[in-house]
């Protein structure tokens, strides 16, 4: 087995630790929800870039695209520079955008962070927002208790509120890990159940170095020290 690793340098869109942020917008009947919010919230890359996009039946397409976190969508720009929704993103299983690893598990992108074999730790990112009530009569968010968190994808995006409102947001940051076929949150567990060989080194690297396991830099370090000993034990067989 051979050691890939693709550590990442966070951008200003990735954020070292896996802090959520939340915001508002205020939209009226039909406003495009999408052109309220700003870019670094509602895509996954920091801009749309030349990539190669992969389906689960071997095939490739190439174009400028960017992964949309309103709907975990794929969106292009075509030749006529418009933004344009593509029809077969659920057939996507990866996207190779520049020197960036995307892939899709369970209607969701994740970028991949560093890859050892089939095993990937990975950054997930989910929006919800807080859709008003119908029956509210007044303007703006109602009360909690008759509000609903929703995934934006089960909103009808040309709904007519017949008034302004305005609608909180939240967008999460979590670590994965993915074996190939699933992703799991990454965990002290979820280390040692995928590195089973070298199980007592994980604890002990983790205990030493006091792992942090919402802090990037930490997840790195752990995860390529379990991939170096894990192969390690494997060339000794």
Avoid at 23 to 38: C, E, F, Q, Y
Avoid at 47 to 70: P, R
Avoid at 147 to 176: C, F, N
Wanted: proline share 4%; charged share 25%.
């Amino acid at each position: 087995m051979c050691l890939i690793a693709l550590t990442c340098v966070p951008d200003s869109g990735f954020l070292s630790l896996a802090q959520d942020r939340e915001g508002s917008i205020r939209v009226t009947s039909r406003d495009d929800m999408l052109r309220k919010l700003p870019e670094s919230v509602s895509y996954l890359l920091p801009a749309f870039t030349e990539s190669t996009l992969v389906y689960a039946n071997g095939s490739s397409a190439d174009g400028k695209v960017n992964i949309c976190l309103l709907d975990n969508s794929v969106r292009f720009i075509n030749p006529s520079d418009d933004t344009l929704l593509l029809a077969n993103a659920d057939f996507v299983s990866s996207v190779m955008a520049g020197d960036t690893l995307l892939i899709q598990r369970d209607g969701q992108f994740v970028k991949c962070i560093s890859l050892y074999g089939d095993l990937s730790l990975c950054e997930r990112r989910s929006f919800t927002f807080s859709e008003p009530d119908e029956d509210a009569g007044y303007s703006g968010i109602p009360a909690t208790s008759t509000a609903k968190q929703v995934r934006v994808q089960s909103v009808d995006y040309a709904r007519t509120y017949g008034r302004e409102v305005e609608i909180p947001w939240k967008l999460k940051t979590e670590y994965v890990l993915d074996d190939g076929s699933r992703t799991i949150p990454a965990r002290r567990s979820s280390f040692i159940k995928l590195f089973p060989e070298c199980a007592d080194q994980v604890r002990a690297f983790i205990k030493e170095h006091s792992v942090d396991f919402k802090d990037l830099d930490d997840l790195v370090g752990l995860f390529q020290y379990c991939a170096e000993t894990d192969m390690s034990l494997k060339d000794k067989q």
